[in-house]
């Protein structure tokens, strides 16, 4: 990356910071939108951006416009890796961050579990079942007098984890609580490059170099399609 889009520390210099000018912080705040929205998804939206995108015939493959885009501009597709990095971290901070938004909007549904009751049911059905699992397991070693005894305890411990999965699914499905979505890291992935893209062209636009209109919206629709799918979640919710 040259000086034209490092800071001497090493960071991307879009970005907002407090000695930025005006103009410059105006600039800076249109270029990160995409990476400041991105990093208020919560885990429903990457699922629904994800099965909204693994249907999309446009997803099946990357396009040439979008990927001549980021080969002959590698310096703008260095500044918009590090400002989305800037923003979401790793792949794992994203998906904590994530976690943390889903967290949040669960907190009515909480709530209203233990004004009811449901949430101290379910904690004790949990702990019933713990000591369940626990005790055959600790019976068989601390009665255990011979070799067959070992077999005893791999078929005890076998059962052991058949009656967790039956038993997890049942207190699963009676707390009531939406099940955790399944973010593969791969679908993340093209995610953050969707992100990654629609910084790249901002940054181009930024600087009065951007890329002809078919493919500025090519470069875009990977993140326009994201926000579609996190507003047809919020209207779910709502």
Not at 32 to 43: H, I, K, S
Request: hydrophobic share 45%; with cysteine; charged share 25%.
């Amino acid at each position: 990356m040259s000086n034209e889009y490092q800071l001497v520390d090493g960071s991307p210099r879009y970005g907002s910071r407090s000695d930025d000018h005006a103009q410059n912080a105006a600039q800076a705040a249109r270029v990160e939108e995409a990476a400041e929205a991105a990093a208020r998804l919560g885990l429903d939206d990457m699922a629904a951006a994800i099965d909204r995108r693994l249907n999309a015939s446009w997803a099946d493959r990357e396009d040439p416009a979008v990927t001549a885009l980021r080969k002959n501009h590698p310096e703008e597709l260095a500044a918009a890796k590090a400002l989305v990095k800037l923003r979401l971290g790793t792949q794992r901070q994203w998906r904590l961050k994530a976690q943390a938004v889903r967290d949040r909007h669960l907190e009515p549904v909480m709530r209203r579990r233990r004004a009811s009751g449901g949430a101290t049911e379910i904690l004790l059905l949990r702990l019933g079942l713990l000591i369940a699992l626990i005790a055959p397991p600790a019976y068989v070693v601390a009665t255990a007098t011979s070799r067959e005894d070992i077999l005893k305890l791999v078929l005890t411990g076998a059962a052991c984890i058949a009656a967790a999965v039956i038993g997890g699914h049942f207190l699963t499905v009676r707390a009531r609580i939406p099940e955790m979505p399944n973010i593969r890291s791969a679908w993340l992935n093209e995610l953050r490059q969707d992100v990654v893209n629609a910084t790249l062209i901002a940054i181009l636009q930024n600087k009065g170099s951007g890329p002809d209109a078919a493919t500025a919206e090519a470069g875009l629709r990977g993140w326009r399609s994201i926000q579609q799918a996190a507003q047809a979640v919020k209207a779910r919710h709502d």
